[in-house]
């Protein structure tokens, strides 16, 4: 399939994920002060639309949805590395046309932006775990017996590492970069945006050094 048809896809995609996460946040909030509540509500939410997302758009982008998946797809699968930075981008202005949507559902400023502080070390290493767990349970499974668990396997990783991990798992750049645009449960201040990057990337790092120990690269034709 040509390239801006799996931009569009990433782009959409993104876009569908940031609105389920951002707008079950704020629905939580308005239905309940309780915050464990609040945090399962938007745990589940997300499961369930990652699920169908990656079902629906996988057989059209590969439904990354994160420029950590497509920078590892490059490495594992031979994308062209050329895809990088055209499919980060998508998903990007996706994920902030999603929260831009999400936020005006509910009457909030449209592009907010978020005042949630995220900061200090045990939650920038939550998200190098979140990282790391989110890749070895995509590339793992997909050269497994069982690669059309995939869908299944990543909401449920994510729903998960909602709850274990510190920084209640965004592992993925695009999506903390579109989630400083809403001022809501699920928001991250744009000055802590950075830092959680940056433990992407080192999850990113970690994650394909494990992941060599078990799996092969696929031959690059680029």
Not at 73 to 96: H, K, M, N
Not at 128 to 139: D, P, Y
């Amino acid at each position: 399939m040509n390239l801006s048809r799996r931009l569009g896809a990433e782009a959409l995609g993104t876009c569908l994920l940031i609105i389920s996460v951002v707008g079950s946040g704020i629905m939580a909030t308005n239905l309940t002060d309780d915050v464990a509540v609040q945090l399962l509500a938007n745990a589940g939410a997300t499961v369930g639309a990652l699920i169908a997302l990656i079902l629906m758009f996988g057989p059209i982008s590969g439904a990354h949805f994160n420029p950590v998946v497509t920078a590892a797809s490059c490495y594992f699968d031979a994308r062209p590395w050329r895809e990088l930075v055209p499919y980060a981008i998508a998903q990007t202005i996706g994920g902030i046309i999603g929260a831009a949507i999400a936020n005006l559902m509910f009457n909030l400023d449209v592009l907010g932006p978020s005042t949630k502080i995220r900061e200090g070390g045990g939650i920038w290493l939550g998200e190098v775990v979140a990282t790391v767990g989110l890749l070895l349970v995509i590339f793992l499974i997909a050269r497994g017996p069982r690669p059309d668990a995939v869908p299944m396997a990543v909401g449920v990783w994510i729903g998960g590492a909602y709850w274990f991990t510190s920084s209640t798992s965004l592992a993925n750049p695009a999506v903390s970069i579109a989630r400083s645009f809403s001022d809501s449960f699920a928001g991250i201040a744009p000055e802590s945006v950075p830092m959680f990057i940056v433990m992407q990337v080192i999850g990113l790092v970690v994650g394909t050094a494990i992941l060599s120990i078990f799996i092969t690269r696929a031959h690059s034709k680029n």
